[in-house]
């Protein structure tokens, strides 16, 4: 029994810190976004106050490479479509390494938004700090940020709908059903959902 009393005491030191350690990075709902400048495939830097009348933004955090991404591109662009009329434009952010991951360089940027006819701006995240900032860790991943007086307060968070491989196959749609709510002035009815999508390509740690 003696020889268990340490044991014990370490499990609990353990479970302890664990309880302790901070909550993980990014944003939450009701938190206000901090701005960025950011490279857009046409050369232009773009930020979130460039756009005066935005009520707000549909930032998604997406790539060229990957399969999710690739299937959800349409759906991103009728999202643009559909909502930057409505005050809330969409904003892409492509956050891999291109050293990595070369298909997702600037110039391989440039070349997709051109052949897909990307209605909305295409921003490389070089440094990778705003994927950071965010807590974003697919592509894609979607942060819905609600204009509140001069800041962006982030709505919803998570994933388009609930289907990525067939938009036909599609049940609910979470990101139509949170925008519904945010544009009526409410808060969404389901704010945070699981986004789901290929990893991010982080640079290695030197």
């Known amino acids: ?11 609990v030191v353990l479970l302890s810190s664990f309880a302790l350690r901070p ?14 400048k950011l ?14 009348a935005a009520k707000g933004y549909i930032v998604v955090f997406t790539c060229n490479t990957c399969p ?10 009728a999202l643009d479509k559909k909502y930057a009329p409505l005050g809330y434009p969409v904003v892409a952010i492509n956050p891999n390494d291109a050293a990595s991951v070369p298909g997702d360089s600037y110039a391989a940027m440039q070349s997709r938004a051109k052949e ?14 705003v994927a950071r ?6 592509t894609p991943h979607l942060y819905v940020l609600r204009r509140q007086g001069a800041d962006f307060v982030v709505s919803y ?11 036909k196959l599609v049940k609910t749609k979470y990101l139509d059903n949170a925008m519904t709510d945010i544009m009526a002035g409410k808060p969404a009815a389901t704010s945070t959902t699981q986004a789901i999508g290929c990893g991010i390509k ?5």
């Open 157 to 167: 968070v998570g994933a388009i709908d609930d289907n990525s491989e067939d938009a």
């Open 39 to 52: 490279k857009n495939v046409d050369g232009k830097v773009v930020s979130l106050a460039d756009n005066k």
């Open 23 to 36: 909550a993980a990075e990014g944003y939450k709902v009701g938190d206000k976004a901090t701005d960025f």
């Open 1 to 11: 029994m003696k020889k268990l009393l340490p044991l014990l005491a370490l499990c």
């Open 202 to 206: 982080w640079k290695k740690k030197a």
């Open 68 to 77: 999710f991404a690739q299937a959800y591109e349409d759906r991103i662009l």
């Open 116 to 129: 897909h006819g990307y209605t909305f701006p295409y921003l490389q995240d070089e440094t990778q700090q």
């Open 133 to 138: 900032t965010f807590g974003a860790t697919r």
